[in-house]
């Protein structure tokens, strides 16, 4: 399974439109080579690098294999369910971290063999959901620092 995201390139800077300088838009995603035993994919976006240690942006689940682009308008497609970030928020929110040091944001796509019935699962939940269910899983860096 391969991802890539057109604005930015692999482990470079991300844009300031996909940040809370920014827009706070959310980078669409593209996905090749979906194993064919998958029956839905994730996306998880996190930062290592947070003073809080591991800090998730978005938890997105359920997403049909139809969909080869990933972008904030996922969450209107039916049957397509989103987790709680640690902005305590549904869908996306970008790179925000402290000023100082760059941060950098996995973009993570997982290839699951199962959906997930319940909605607005937290981090922890998601993670003890899919443990079991992951056929693949994929990341995409980017790094951001804040200038002021």
């Given amino acids: ?7 930015f390139e692999n482990e470079s800077s ?11 838009e959310m980078p669409v ?22 003073p809080s240690g591991l800090f998730t942006h978005c938890i997105i689940y359920d997403i049909p294999l139809s969909k080869m682009e990933i972008d904030s308008s996922i ?8 987790g709680i970030n640690d902005f305590g928020e549904k869908g996306y929110r970008g790179p ?7 941060h950098r944001y ?3 796509v997982y290839a699951l063999n199962t959906e997930i019935k319940e909605d607005g699962l ?3 939940e998601f993670d003890k959901e899919i443990k079991n269910h992951i056929i693949e899983k ?5 790094t951001y620092i804040r200038k002021h």
Avoid at 14 to 24: A, L, N, R, Y
Avoid at 38 to 43: E, F, H, T
Avoid at 75 to 82: S, T, Y
Avoid at 96 to 102: A, D, I, R, T, V
């Fill in 106 to 108: 996995y973009f993570t």
């Fill in 29 to 50: 995603l593209s996905v090749t080579d979906v194993p064919k035993e998958a029956k839905c994919l994730a996306l998880v976006v996190d930062d290592p690098d947070a």
């Fill in 138 to 142: 994929v990341s995409y860096m980017g």
């Fill in 122 to 124: 937290k981090r922890r």
């Fill in 1 to 7: 399974m391969k991802i890539s995201i057109k604005d």
């Fill in 96 to 102: 925000c971290p402290p000023p100082g040091k760059p």
């Fill in 75 to 82: 969450l209107n497609e039916k049957g397509v369910k989103a």
């Fill in 14 to 24: 991300i844009p300031t439109k996909f940040t809370c300088d920014g827009e706070d």
